[in-house]
């Protein structure tokens, strides 16, 4: 039986070693187009109802609704490609809070919008409804 009390350095966790290549995670590339208005600041807002990817610990879906919001420069993300983009992690194990700041990461690389936000909250587990977010450029 595991100490839970001993320093956190000599007991082996069970979520080891199950993230260490999330931020290499190949994934479908976020397409764009070229915004006609980047001289305007406007805000567009994202919804995914419908969203899953897989628990690392327990292989088991976890179901969430993802919101992002941004405000375009240049580049607006082409919705279609994103759906891909989404439906991608389906067949992924990833942690809530690894989910979040990936999905953020490639959405700013893709587009490199003034700001964003991104907001996932996913269904109960245990009894506990986990809300992440991340903010980028404010």
Known sequence: MKD???PANRRRLSYEG???EVRRIQTPEIEVW???Y???IYTVNLELPEFTCICPKTGL???AVINIEYSPRKYCVELKSFKMYAIFF???GIFHEHLVNKMLDDFVAACRPRWAKIKA???SRGGIVTTVSR???R
């Open 18 to 20: 199950l993230q260490e």
């Open 38 to 40: 980047p001289d305007k």
């Open 90 to 92: 389906r067949g992924i």
């Open 4 to 6: 839970r009390h001993a």
């Open 121 to 123: 909250v996913f269904n």
């Open 34 to 36: 070229e915004n006609e």
């Open 61 to 63: 879906p976890d179901f």
């Open 135 to 137: 903010d980028y450029g």
